[in-house]
C-alpha cells in the first residue's frame, strides 16, 4: 500500500493560524450565533487528515492562544480544543471511511459536544444561557465541512506535487 505524503508542518500551522484569525475577526451582534467555529473545523480536518502530526498539543496551543486573544479564563478554550483533539483521535479510522455528508453529520456531533462543554465551563464562571442558539454554529460548521474538507484536500494533494 502506497504510503500518502505528509503534509509539512508549516502548511498545517499556516491554516490553524488561520482559522484562528478567522475565528477572532469581528462580527455584528446578531451575526455572532452564525459564526462557524473555524478554529474547530481546522483542528478535525488536521486531526483526521493527520493524526500523528496533529493532536491534543496543537489543540491545547490554540486553545491557549485563542483564551488570549478573547480573554476568557486562562484554559477555557484549550479544555475544549484538547478535548476536541483527543476526541478526534478516537473516531478518525471510521471518520476517514465515511461519505462527506456522514462526515458532516460527525462534525455536527463533535462540535456540538466541544459547545456543550464551553457552555458548562461558561455556567461554573457565571455566564449562563439557557437557550439552545449555541449550537446554530455548529450546524453552520457541519454545513461549511463537504466544501472545506474538499478545498483542503485539493490544497494537499497540489503541495504533495
Known amino acids: 500500500m502506497p504510503r500518502v505524503p505528509v503534509t509539512p508542518?508549516?502548511?498545517?500551522?499556516?491554516?490553524?493560524?488561520?482559522?484562528?484569525?478567522?475565528?477572532v475577526m469581528p462580527l455584528g451582534d446578531e451575526w455572532q450565533v452564525f459564526r462557524p467555529e473555524w478554529l474547530g473545523l481546522m483542528m478535525?480536518?488536521?486531526?483526521?487528515?493527520?493524526?500523528?502530526?496533529?493532536?491534543?498539543?496543537?489543540?491545547?496551543?490554540?486553545g491557549i492562544l485563542l483564551d488570549l486573544i478573547e480573554g476568557?479564563?486562562?484554559?477555557?478554550?484549550?479544555?475544549m480544543f484538547?478535548?476536541?483533539?483527543?476526541?478526534c483521535?478516537?473516531?478518525?479510522?471510521r471518520f476517514r471511511a465515511y461519505s462527506l455528508l456522514q462526515q458532516a453529520?460527525?462534525?455536527?456531533?463533535?462540535?456540538?459536544?466541544?459547545?456543550?462543554v464551553d457552555q458548562w465551563l461558561r455556567s461554573l464562571v457565571g455566564d449562563f444561557s439557557i437557550h439552545l442558539a449555541f449550537l446554530t454554529s455548529s450546524v453552520v460548521s457541519a454545513a461549511l465541512w463537504p466544501w472545506l474538507a474538499t478545498m483542503f484536500s485539493a490544497l494537499q494533494r497540489r503541495l504533495a506535487r
Not at 72 to 79: D, E, F, K, S, Y
Open 89 to 93: 483521535a478516537l473516531v478518525y479510522a
Open 105 to 116: 453529520l460527525l462534525v455536527l456531533v463533535l462540535l456540538g459536544l466541544v459547545q456543550l
Open 82 to 87: 484538547s478535548l476536541l483533539a483527543f476526541l
Open 9 to 23: 508542518l508549516v502548511v498545517v500551522w499556516l491554516t490553524l493560524l488561520m482559522a484562528l484569525c478567522l475565528q
Open 72 to 79: 476568557t479564563p486562562l484554559g477555557h478554550h484549550a479544555i
Open 44 to 62: 478535525i480536518y488536521w486531526c483526521m487528515r493527520e493524526p500523528d502530526q496533529v493532536g491534543v498539543f496543537h489543540g491545547f496551543v490554540l
